[in-house]
């Protein structure tokens, strides 16, 4: 059984609203970081966001851990298309936009029932989707594809379908990042975003998705790291805001679930505040739960001191715990949870068959000149255009050329494009695809942190501009589908996601083979959600 917070010790309610991060990759090889997670835990740590690392190692760490617990511990993690988003294993689903894209609000309630059930086996009771927030600006460099799309309309049926799948496995679904991190061209992990909307515009646009949210049951919402004048005129971001946070979402809204900060070691907090000075700042606000401080130890001993120093703050923690305790009781954390055992081989593959009909019916093709599917006989060329040299990135570029070699006849050159191209190096490529007619360029370019845009280097378009001189160019959209203003081609084919069955997907309309795609012949004018 849980205990009675009235009769926990200030440290033990202060260690339950602080989430710290977990990197189960980096906990088997630092010394520091086994022993500072063991202290949090005898501390009585609340739980811990989970990072980068192996399935199955994580779900022992996590097992492991749990034992080491007074009380039972709550694990989070980002799984918003799945599991991989954070760990090697797991289905990789479409990304929301592609999920709205498939005009199934069942298909998207389906695949996060699939994302809870695959998170509860590593021993996860809580996913930090789905986003609500609606991507009005193209240039938004962090929500982008995350988000189901750029206005209400069909957004608000996957809001809901998403949470419902998600809680029907006693998962908890969180509504992110409010009020509303999608007129930004700012990404929060670098500085802090302005959103300069009326109140009127927030409630005919902003707050839709997040009420529509609150009305499907979600049991917790994250705030963002935002200005937002018309709530806050002081500048101060609003997971610090009690105008925010307690005015509306608490006292206008009567919301009573779980306020959770969006991660408080993002730059948009850290570069202005101390872990400590964060962590006391949104308690003090109205937030359940301080997420990722970036120095867990100086949070709790910041918000263990406030607490000494303001002895009715002690009301405020004691409430707190008793949201989180009620929400570990929902998830079935009165007591320690038991390994549990890996899905069987059947269910993993309805989940990935799942996930491949969901990007099939996804797929928005551009053919007007008719060029696609490609001839039998004549071979082609194909660019993995990428963004970074991250080896993920380098790993998706590979499984989109292996889709293509297995499904088409036809012999192919494969390359890689990167901003650090030279002007010989193009010769050089120019040459050995002479002889070729068709050029195929597979851009992957996505949201990611602290990244700043999502555009096309110039170097790269010089190089493009050179090596499809006089060519038929097919462009494949393996992320944002905004990429096209970037390009002229003759074909485009926009997958929303860049996640392994949408990669998969669009590679197999080059053979006619993506049955499932829609295929258009209007003006190509803007590859946006509202707009295909």
């Not at 710290?20 to 906990?27: G, K, Q």
């Not at 996804?362 to 080896?391: C, I, M, T, W, Y």
């Not at 292996?402 to 191209?421: K, P, T, Y």
Request: hydrophobic residues 40%; proline residues 5%.
């Amino acid at each position: 059984m849980l205990p009675d917070p009235n009769t926990l010790s200030d440290e033990q309610l202060a260690a339950q609203c602080i989430m710290p991060r977990l990197v189960p990759r980096d906990y088997a090889n630092e010394d520091t970081l086994r022993n500072e997670v063991a202290t949090l835990i005898q501390r009585g740590i609340g739980g811990f966001c989970v990072f980068q690392g192996e399935a199955d190692a994580t779900t022992l760490l996590l097992h492991e851990l749990q034992k080491t617990s007074t009380i039972p511990l709550l694990f989070s993690a980002d799984y918003e298309h799945g599991l991989p988003m954070r760990l090697e294993g797991g289905t990789d689903m479409p990304h929301a936009m592609a999920m709205m894209q498939s005009e199934s609000p069942d298909a998207t309630r389906k695949a996060a029932e699939f994302i809870a059930n695959e998170a509860l086996t590593i021993g996860v009771h809580w996913n930090f989707a789905p986003v609500c927030d609606i991507n009005s600006n193209p240039q938004n460099p962090i929500i982008n594809i995350r988000s189901f799309g750029e206005t209400t309309g069909q957004l608000e049926m996957h809001v809901r379908a998403y949470i419902e799948g998600t809680q029907s496995q006693h998962v908890m679904a969180c509504a992110k990042h409010f009020p509303g991190h999608g007129d930004t061209s700012t990404d929060s992990h670098s500085a802090l975003p302005t959103i300069d909307c009326s109140i009127e515009q927030l409630e005919q646009r902003e707050f839709l998705p997040f009420k529509i949210a609150i009305d499907a049951g979600v049991r917790s919402i994250m705030i963002g790291h935002l200005s937002v004048p018309a709530l806050d005129d002081s500048g101060t971001p609003a997971s610090l805001s009690s105008r925010i946070m307690h005015d509306v979402l608490r006292t206008h809204w009567g919301y009573q679930g779980i306020i959770v900060t969006d991660a408080l070691d993002m730059h948009a907090i850290s570069k202005t505040y101390s872990s400590a000075e964060a962590t006391i700042a949104c308690i003090n606000a109205g937030a359940t739960i301080a997420l990722v401080p970036d120095d867990a130890i100086e949070a709790l001993d910041g918000l263990i001191a406030h607490v000494k120093k303001h002895p009715a703050f002690r009301e405020v923690l004691i409430n707190n715990v008793k949201r989180i305790f009620a929400e570990k009781q929902w998830c079935g954390l009165e007591t320690i949870p038991s390994l549990q055992p890996p899905l069987e081989s059947k269910v993993m593959e309805d989940h990935a068959m799942h996930a491949l009909d969901i990007a099939k019916k996804a797929l928005r093709v551009h053919d007007p000149k008719n060029k696609l599917p490609l001839s039998d006989e004549k071979p082609f060329a194909a660019f993995a255009v990428l963004g970074d040299e991250a080896q993920t990135t380098l790993d998706k570029a590979v499984a989109v050329f292996r889709v293509m070699a297995q499904s088409l006849e036809q012999e192919c050159d494969f390359g890689f494009i990167n901003q650090d191209i030279t002007h010989d190096e193009v010769l050089e490529l120019s040459q050995n695809i002479q002889d070729v007619d068709t050029v195929i360029l597979a851009l992957l370019m996505k949201p990611q942190s602290y990244k700043g845009h999502i555009t096309i280097h110039p170097s790269i378009i010089d190089a493009i501009e050179v090596l499809c001189k006089e060519k038929t160019v097919i462009a494949l959209l393996l992320g944002s589908p905004y990429l096209h203003e970037c390009l002229n081609a003759d074909a485009y084919v926009c997958a929303y996601s860049d996640a392994l069955p949408s990669l998969a997907a669009a590679a197999l309309t080059l053979s006619g083979r993506a049955t499932g795609s829609a295929w258009t012949n209007h003006d190509a004018g803007s590859f946006s959600p509202e707009s295909i």
